[in-house]
Structure formats: structure tokens, C-alpha cells
């Protein structure tokens, strides 16, 4: 129940392991002679649906952070202006890409961490890394030229 949800084998465990925690304390309120399975379901799928949310919502603030950054190095109005555009056009893409997508381009170029240490965030070898790494790069470039196309 739990992977369908978050479609991530260790996190699913996280899931299931934090609803049994939850299900134990909520046990004075377990209606005796109402099914248990429907019951315990319902905490893991709550629990799983938390974990996404709570995710989504650290990547949103990533990107947002990033973006800010990029702001604050501006040195004109002209300048901010145009930085503020390309982190917003920027900060779009990556929502289109997938969230492995999105967090492996996030890891390694918004909060600058070496391929050695998303391997480690990731539970892979540096190899993998870097091709990951490339191949959601070369799809932000797809996304952000029809992104362009389309603006034009």
C-alpha cells in the first residue's frame, strides 16, 4: 500500500514502519469487532500521502531557495529582472521533470553537493550519478527549448 503511494521502496518502509508506530498509540481507539485491515490500511496509505506532501513541499522549497539565490546576486534592476525570469522559467522546467529528475539536478547544481555525496543521498555509486545526472540534464534542455518555443 505504502510503495503504490510513494513508488519508493525505502521510503514505503518509512511509511509502514512510522503507521505501525502510529497504529500502536491509536490502539485504545480501535473499535473492537471492526475490521483491522481497513483500519491499519488507512493509517499506512494517511502516513505514505504524508511523506509525499511533506517531500513535495522541501522541493518546492529548494527550488524557491535557488531561486532567491540567484536573485540575490543580481547587481542592476535589469539585471534582477532577468535573473528573476530565468529562475521562475527555470524553477517551471524542473517541475515538469520527474522527482529523480528534479532532486539529482537540485543535489548537485542548487545546493552545490559533490557526485561522491548524491551517491551517498541516493544509496548509489558515483558512476550512476553521473549519469543520471546527465541524462536529467539533457531533459531539462528539452523542456526548458519547448518551454522557449512556446514563449516565443
Known amino acids: 500500500m505504502a510503495w503504490l503511494v510513494v513508488r519508493d521502496t525505502g521510503e514505503a518502509e518509512e511509511a509502514v514502519q512510522d503507521a505501525f508506530v502510529k497504529a500502536w498509540y491509536a490502539l485504545p481507539s480501535f473499535r473492537p469487532g471492526s475490521p483491522f485491515r481497513p483500519w491499519i490500511l488507512r493509517i499506512v496509505s494517511n502516513e505514505a500521502k504524508n511523506r509525499v506532501r511533506s517531500a513535495r513541499r522541501r522541493e518546492d522549497l529548494a527550488l ?3 531561486a532567491a539565490r540567484v536573485e540575490e546576486s543580481a547587481q542592476s534592476p535589469e539585471v534582477a529582472a532577468l535573473a528573476h525570469e530565468d529562475a521562475v522559467t527555470l524553477a517551471r522546467a524542473l517541475g515538469r521533470l520527474s522527482e529523480r529528475d528534479r532532486l539529482v539536478i537540485a543535489y548537485r547544481y542548487l545546493f552545490d553537493l559533490s557526485e561522491a555525496e548524491i551517491a551517498l543521498t541516493f544509496g548509489v555509486r558515483p558512476g550512476t550519478v553521473k549519469s543520471r545526472l546527465s541524462r536529467a540534464m539533457s531533459k531539462l534542455r528539452d523542456v526548458l527549448q519547448t518551454e ?4 516565443a
Open 64 to 66: 524557491r531557495a535557488g
Open 148 to 151: 522557449e518555443v512556446t514563449t
